[in-house]
């Protein structure tokens, strides 16, 4: 029996939250240390992954994208953990109070979209000059979301598949 999905593709749907769990630690050992280097890598790292998570994530969407199974079933599979991660984000900050916020939870979530931040606050300040970091993620999320289906829709295998019934 020939398998159709590569399960490598799946692992990398977790590269943007691994990447970023990195950079994070690395600045939370930096504050922690008081290391002025750690301070500096892990915002340099920041800067690396703001540019290439774009890059990663269209390129992943061309991989979804060239799936030899059917194109709706490939796309739900390359954004499955994208929308675990909104949900359990909206679920954090929009519906939970701040007392009662779960920190693991609103970590994970977090930062699975934070190579995108950047660009979601950067089109948050084009219609407002105060950026609620709420609605910058939010938004990055949203870009997350387009760069992967433009990457989908891309691939050299994209058919739309016309069924006559």
């Known amino acids: 029996m020939k398998r159709n999905i590569n399960y490598k ?4 749907l977790v590269v943007p939250y691994l990447a970023s769990e990195i950079i994070n630690r690395l600045m939370g050992y930096g504050i922690s240390l008081n290391s002025s280097l ?3 890598i892990s ?10 998570s ?10 979804f994208g060239s799936l030899t199974i059917e194109k709706i079933k490939s ?8 929308a675990i991660s909104l949900a359990l984000y909206i679920w954090q900050f929009i519906f939970v109070d701040d007392i009662n916020r779960n920190f693991f939870v ?7 979209v934070l190579g995108f931040v950047s660009w979601g606050s950067k089109v948050v300040n084009l219609f407002t000059n105060t950026i609620d970091g709420t609605v910058a993620v939010i938004v990055a999320y949203l870009i997350m979301f387009i ?6 829709i891309t691939s050299p295998t994209f058919k739309i ?5």
């Open 75 to 82: 796309f739900i599979l390359g954004n499955v953990i994208w």
């Open 147 to 152: 760069v992967f289906t433009v990457g989908f």
């Open 38 to 40: 750690l301070l500096t």
């Open 161 to 165: 598949e016309k069924k006559f019934y």
């Open 9 to 12: 593709l799946i692992l990398l």
């Open 54 to 63: 774009v890059v990663l994530w269209f390129w992943v969407g061309r991989q």
């Open 43 to 52: 915002s340099v790292l920041l800067s690396l992954w703001t540019f290439s």
């Open 106 to 112: 609103a970590g994970i979530s977090q930062h699975y």
